[in-house]
């Protein structure tokens, strides 16, 4: 065999760049397919149908706990096993849950490896489908024919199986691509630059086996030098293991690439691109299509249409019970404030909401003042302004209440980023970079901030800049279980009744 010093040497002529940059990376694949990595033996699964194997395997989880539950329960009760019927609602529930999953991409191997967004995913899902279903039940009338026992045991035992197997798939994964023990296809690499060992033991650790590496030539100049390495590539692939072919290059070339490349039609194999520079990581973003023209996401809204639908239900059913159910209490506080000082009840002022757009936010009175504009004097400890109730009021939020009716209309939400005064917010918007992205999302009554210790006045914009960096985390990560949670501290909160004043 030729060595590599011995391939650079004979490397001369018009297209010496390129033989020489292919006799290197030739030189270099003599060593790396020696690597321990290419020897290890490898699982009976590919990196590419891990999606398939993850969907499979929880459509048996989902199947396996609705025969599970059925069993357990009627052992526990002593009650006739019913496990077709069981068994074809939980086909049911997988289908609706792995179609609802795979259509948002969380079984790519890359979000099975995210922890965090999946077990909130798999999470909201789940919740999603049972009460999808449970309104199917209720509205055909079906409830007598599943026991509630039942279906409360398969949700538990669904739902920990499959939060368990997040955790082996994530494992799984780390250990796979750090060992290389996928199994995969012999591969060859056409690549514009060398410089590819990073990409070839990407490769191997997913399990694709680099059989030969050829580098295109640098020099535009010499245009023949593309067709000459193609033609090396396809001499080379005819006869030989290979079973697909991987291009690495950047977009900017696509051009001349794709005129060089035409070549490879003769071979009956797969063609990869492999899309290096700035524009890769364009098309690492979501594609869609309208009629005939590609569409590319540069931005998604911080909830889909799903989570919106949750966070829309959750605000509606919570803002509408706490108003009914404290009905007395508003009057009551209503009637107080008008003894007490002269003035209107309910306090309106301007605020933005989600976007931007602006709205009255609704709370009851507690000053002498009904400051709204451009100058607003943020409420301080001790403030005069202050009437005798509301301080009492401020002190345990029930000044905040009439927002469920903003909640209501749709203009805030029960847990979000809190609105400021738009006084405020046109100062801090102009010495806080980021301040207009917690516009994103409505207003809350209450937000990650107040609960996290950022609970009323920030006199600096230090201060402002804290409550910022903590409204836009909850943005990012925002979940159904985050916002109950929310909620639940929220009560600590107030009981506590700091930095309200």
């Given at each position: 065999m030729v060595g590599g010093a011995d391939r650079l040497r004979q490397a001369r002529g018009p297209v010496g760049h390129a033989a020489a940059a292919n006799a290197q990376a030739q030189n270099f694949q003599d060593n790396y397919t020696s690597l321990d990595l290419e020897n290890r033996r490898r699982w009976p699964i590919s990196y590419r149908s891990i999606e398939i194997v993850a969907i499979i395997v929880d459509i048996l989880t989902i199947l396996s706990a609705g025969v599970l539950a059925d069993t357990i329960y009627g052992l526990t009760t002593e009650r006739p096993s019913e496990i077709t019927s069981y068994a074809g609602a939980a086909a049911v529930v997988a289908a609706l849950f792995t179609s609802l999953l795979k259509e948002r991409g969380f079984y790519k191997p890359t979000a099975l490896l995210a922890w965090t967004a999946q077990v909130r995913a798999v999470t909201i899902a789940w919740i999603g489908v049972f009460m999808f279903l449970a309104g199917c039940v209720f509205a055909l009338k079906i409830g007598s024919t599943f026991s509630r026992g039942t279906i409360i045991l398969f949700a538990t035992i669904g739902l920990s199986g499959l939060i368990v197997q997040r955790a082996f798939w994530r494992s799984a994964l780390e250990n796979g691509m750090a060992t290389g023990k996928f199994s995969g296809r012999s591969i060859v690499l056409i690549s514009e630059n060398f410089r590819a060992s990073d990409l070839q033991q990407a490769l191997l650790r997913h399990g694709f086996r680099v059989e030969r590496h050829f580098v295109l030539g640098v020099d535009s100049s010499h245009s023949s030098n593309w067709d000459d390495i193609i033609s090396q590539a396809i001499s080379y692939i005819r006869g030989s293991n290979v079973l697909e072919v991987?291009?690495?290059?950047?977009?900017?070339?696509?051009?001349?690439?794709?005129?060089?490349?035409?070549?490879?039609?003769?071979?009956?194999?797969?063609?990869?691109?492999?899309?290096?520079?700035?524009?890769?990581?364009?098309?690492?973003?979501?594609?869609?299509?309208?009629?005939?023209?590609?569409?590319?996401?540069?931005?998604?809204?911080?909830?889909?249409?799903?989570?919106?639908?949750?966070?829309?239900?959750?605000?509606?059913?919570?803002?509408?019970?706490?108003?009914?159910?404290?009905?007395?209490?508003?009057?009551?506080?209503?009637?107080?404030?008008?003894?007490?000082?002269?003035?209107?009840?309910?306090?309106?002022?301007?605020?933005?909401?989600?976007?931007?757009?602006?709205?009255?936010?609704?709370?009851?009175?507690?000053?002498?003042?009904?400051?709204?504009?451009?100058?607003?004097?943020?409420?301080?400890?001790?403030?005069?302004?202050?009437?005798?109730?509301?301080?009492?009021?401020?002190?345990?939020?029930?000044?905040?209440?009439?927002?469920?009716?903003?909640?209501?209309?749709?203009?805030?939400?029960?847990?979000?980023?809190?609105?400021?005064?738009?006084?405020?917010?046109?100062?801090?918007?102009?010495?806080?970079?980021?301040?207009?992205?917690?516009?994103?999302?409505?207003?809350?009554?209450?937000?990650?901030?107040?609960?996290?210790?950022?609970?009323?006045?920030?006199?600096?914009?230090?201060?402002?800049?804290?409550?910022?960096?903590?409204?836009?985390?909850?943005?990012?990560?925002?979940?159904?279980?985050?916002?109950?949670?929310?909620?639940?501290?929220?009560?600590?909160?107030?009981?506590?009744?700091?930095n309200a004043y």
């Open positions: 991987f291009i690495a290059a950047e977009l900017q070339s696509w051009a001349k690439l794709h005129v060089s490349t035409e070549r490879l039609r003769l071979l009956p194999l797969p063609v990869n691109l492999v899309t290096v520079g700035p524009t890769s990581e364009l098309l690492k973003r979501p594609l869609s299509a309208i009629g005939t023209t590609t569409v590319i996401e540069l931005q998604r809204a911080p909830l889909n249409s799903f989570e919106l639908l949750i966070k829309r239900a959750f605000d509606i059913v919570f803002a509408g019970t706490a108003l009914v159910a404290l009905m007395p209490l508003l009057a009551l506080v209503a009637i107080v404030i008008k003894l007490d000082s002269p003035g209107p009840v309910i306090f309106r002022q301007t605020r933005h909401g989600f976007n931007g757009k602006p709205f009255h936010i609704l709370k009851f009175r507690t000053m002498t003042v009904l400051e709204d504009g451009d100058s607003i004097k943020q409420a301080v400890r001790s403030d005069k302004r202050v009437t005798r109730v509301g301080l009492w009021l401020r002190r345990t939020s029930i000044d905040e209440l009439p927002q469920l009716i903003n909640v209501l209309r749709g203009e805030m939400s029960i847990v979000g980023p809190r609105p400021h005064a738009a006084a405020h917010d046109n100062h801090f918007d102009q010495v806080i970079a980021n301040y207009a992205f917690r516009h994103r999302m409505k207003p809350g009554i209450t937000g990650y901030a107040q609960v996290k210790g950022l609970r009323g006045e920030t006199p600096t914009v230090e201060a402002m800049q804290r409550r910022v960096d903590i409204d836009l985390w909850y943005i990012d990560n925002w979940s159904f279980l985050l916002d109950f949670a929310i909620v639940l501290r929220t009560v600590v909160v107030i009981a506590r009744g700091q």
